[in-house]
Each structure stands twice: as C-alpha cells, then as structure tokens.
C-alpha cells in the first residue's frame, strides 16, 4: 500500500523559509512522477512542482519559480520542497502526490499524502 507522509510546516513571518518533507514508502518510484501542490481555502488545488523521479528533472509554474525548490532523495524514497521568501499567498494546505504522468493536473495523479499546512504572516 502506497503511503505519503508530509511534514515540515508551520508558521513563518514573509520573508522567510520552509522546507517540506514528503517520505514515500508502500513501492517503488522510479517510473512515477511527483507532485507537490497546495490548496488554500475556497480555492483550487494547485501545483507547485513536479519531479521525475527517476531523472531528477524538476518543474514549477510561474508563481513559485525562482522561490520553490523540488527535490528528491531516492535512497531516502524523500521527496522536498525548499521554499523561500515566502509571501502571505503562499499561506495554503500544502500536499505531496504520485502518479504516472509528469502533470500539472491534479487528477493525473493517483496517490495523495494528508497535507501540512504553512502560514505566511505579513
């Protein structure tokens, strides 16, 4: 059975930095795909970065680029998320995922952790 495990939030000042944790376990995931994505009340899930995790090779959309760091530490079945200079809207649920396809798509992928929750006060 497939298990995500996030941790690593909280709460920091604007600014600041968190970085997340997301261990796998339950199978291998050499040819899976990883997500992180948030969601922050009454809006939608989105992604914040997408990892190969055979290759390493790394994504993230324009809102997070530059700021958001997507890692992975195969020996470990880890995966991170380095973030910094954290912003009030970054404040949301923040969520690891599997799946088979390298998306930005929310339903592309097939396993879901609980979620850690980071807060950005100004």
């Known amino acids: 059975q497939v298990q995500l495990a996030e941790s690593g939030g909280g709460s920091v ?3 600041g930095s968190l970085t997340l944790s997301c261990a796998a376990s339950g199978r291998t ?8 994505f948030r969601q922050a009340p009454g809006k939608e899930r989105e992604v914040v970065g997408v990892i190969t995790w055979s290759t390493g ?21 880890t995966l991170y998320l380095q973030m910094t200079s954290l912003k009030p809207e970054d404040t949301a649920v923040y969520l690891c995922a599997a799946g088979r396809r390298a998306s930005i798509m929310p339903r592309d992928y097939d396993y879901w952790g609980q979620g850690t929750q980071v807060t950005v006060s100004s």
């Open 29 to 36: 995931f050499s040819n899976y795909h990883m997500g992180w």
């Open 57 to 77: 090779g790394t994504y993230h959309p324009d809102s997070v680029e530059g700021r958001f760091t997507m890692s992975r530490d195969a020996a470990k079945n």
């Open 13 to 15: 000042q604007a600014g």
